[in-house]
Structure formats: C-alpha cells, structure tokens
C-alpha cells in the first residue's frame, strides 16, 4: 500500500474533518485513560486496606467511577464518529 491511497481515502474524509477529529481525539482520551485504571489501583488498595486512610476510602471509588464513566464516554465516542464518518 502507497502513501497515494491514504491520501486519496483523505479526501474523502476531508468534508467531515470535525467530525474525524473528534473521534481522533475521543480514542486518545480513552488510551489515556487505559493507564489510570491499573496506576490507581496501588493507592486504592493500599490507602483502604493497608492503611485504612479514610480519605481514600472516600474519595477513590469516586474517583474510580468518574475514570470508568469518561472511558465509556470517549468510547462510545470515537465509535459513533468514526462510524458515521465511514458512514458518509
């Protein structure tokens, strides 16, 4: 496959460029937010089961819920505008 067949599908894509940009961006976004899940999991489990720290306890499953919840945000996301681009 050539760089001339990239090029040709891009212009194609060239009217709906916000749209494929909001998709490019919701899929970074949710790549990013992969790698909270496992980083958060240390404090969480050290700061309310070994330490028992009630600010953690707290404030960490909220915090778990808000990274959960902006993961499926940006997945469903970049799904529907990646489609509906693919779409037109």
Partial sequence: MSNS?????????KPYWKQFAAGIVAMVVLAASETAVPAMLKPLLDGSF???DPVYMFWMPI?????????????????MAIAWVGNK
């Fill in 63 to 79: 915090v778990m819920l808000g990274v959960f919840a902006i993961r499926g945000l940006s997945h469903f996301a970049s799904t």
């Fill in 5 to 13: 067949l990239y090029l040709r599908l891009l212009t194609y894509v």
């Fill in 50 to 52: 070994v330490e028992q």
